[in-house]
């Protein structure tokens, strides 16, 4: 059992569709974190939350909006990707930011067509 | 710019012996290392880790080892087993941001 949830954990959409990936976390972590997987290409990472405050956005195009109510939940919010976006997206969460033993979701594998 | 390598993409080991998995990186001011192993439809889980302080870190079955002056890490897996068959990562770390390979899929044949 994973303490870090992530759903849905498949998704198609089209390129004109408004779609969100969620996350909880409940390992009682302060930090969260986007990546995103792509075949034959290392984990990018996208967005890091430390107590609910965004504190890296790595150059990601604003058609990923990631929102963090709280420090146990983080929402990736798609709009009008591309192909191009389809990848496996994980969620991960580490104790604050500054520690860098990280767990993993499942993974949210997104399909765009 | 990738700074950490993973140039082996696959590797195929017998069960009982040791699987050698090689990480290279190109960022000196890296201080910490850590291992994820990874399942098929799983996210990736930590394995062992590593700092820039030592030189080796020991848990079970599974051993890293660090080359600074090298700019080298391995992991050592002895005795493999089946059950080890995943993709394993190797990332590194200056600050906050985790660095990752590209992977290393290991296979185990009994």
């Known amino acids: 059992e994973t303490g870090v949830t992530q759903t849905p954990r498949h998704l198609v959409m089209g390129m004109t569709n408004k779609k969100s990936l969620k996350c909880e976390q409940h390992?009682?972590?302060?930090?969260m974190y986007w990546y995103k997987q792509s075949a034959k290409k290392p984990l990018e990472l996208m967005f890091v939350y430390n107590f609910k405050e965004q504190t890296e956005n790595n150059s990601v195009p604003s058609r990923f909006s990631p929102e963090c109510p709280n420090s146990s939940h983080l929402f990736l919010h798609l709009h009008t990707l591309q192909p191009e976006d389809s990848a496996l997206y994980l969620c991960?969460?580490?104790?604050?930011?500054?520690?860098?033993?990280?767990?993993f979701g499942e993974g949210s594998w997104l399909t765009v067509v | 710019d990738q700074q950490v390598k993973q140039n082996s993409p696959s590797l195929s080991v017998q069960e009982g012996r040791i699987s050698i998995l090689n990480c290279d990186y190109t960022?000196?001011?890296?201080?910490?290392f850590l291992w994820y192993k990874k399942y098929p439809a799983e996210g990736p889980t930590f394995l062992i880790s590593i700092s820039s302080i030592k030189d080796k870190n020991e848990d079970g079955r599974f051993t890293v080892f660090l080359n600074k002056s090298a700019k080298h890490l391995s992991l050592h897996i002895v005795p493999s087993q089946p059950g080890d068959s995943a993709v394993y990562f190797c990332?590194?770390?200056?600050?906050?941001?985790?660095?990752f390979g590209k992977g290393t899929s290991l296979l185990v044949t009994p």
């Open positions: 991960a969460s580490s104790q604050d930011a500054r520690d860098n033993t990280i767990y």
């Open positions: 390992l009682g972590h302060n930090a």
């Open positions: 960022n000196s001011m890296f201080d910490y």
């Open positions: 990332a590194a770390s200056a600050t906050v941001t985790l660095n």
